[in-house]
């Protein structure tokens, strides 16, 4: 499986962005990551096969919502009152084989993970 994240940009504190990911197979959870400079990379947010399980982190729960695409491949995550501390690369991954919900928060839950796109929130 091969993903492309894309959607990555600057915007000031309070603004918004759309982050998409291409998949080459979409039939898996698939979920966010991120990674700012000097911390370890992080969970955002998760999304099961038919919607039911969508998991956030507690940092962006309110603000970023996750969704997918299965017609297209796609997977988002829209990004709303943004601030600084978003401030990361943000990786999309793809779900191992017997993912959960009660472990989709877990980096060793993803099997294949994006290049990465670079988020810069401006105070």
């Known amino acids: 499986v091969q993903l492309q994240a894309s959607g990555g940009g600057s915007v000031q504190a309070g603004g918004s962005l759309r982050l998409s990911c291409a998949a080459t197979?979409?039939?898996?959870?698939m979920g966010w990551f991120r990674q700012a400079p000097g911390k370890e990379r992080e969970f955002v947010a998760a999304?099961?096969?038919?919607?039911?399980?969508?998991l956030y982190a507690d940092s962006v729960k309110g603000r970023f919502t996750i969704s997918r695409d299965n017609a297209k491949k796609m997977v988002y995550l829209q990004m709303n009152s943004l601030k600084a501390e978003d401030t990361a690369v943000y990786y999309c991954?793809?779900?191992?084989?017997?993912?959960?919900?009660?472990?989709?928060?877990?980096?060793?839950?993803?099997?294949?993970w994006g290049q990465g796109t670079q988020v810069t929130v401006s105070s």
């Open positions: 991954a793809v779900g191992r084989w017997g993912w959960t919900s009660g472990r989709g928060t877990a980096q060793d839950a993803y099997a294949y």
């Open positions: 197979s979409i039939y898996y959870p």
């Open positions: 999304i099961g096969w038919s919607d039911i399980s969508v």
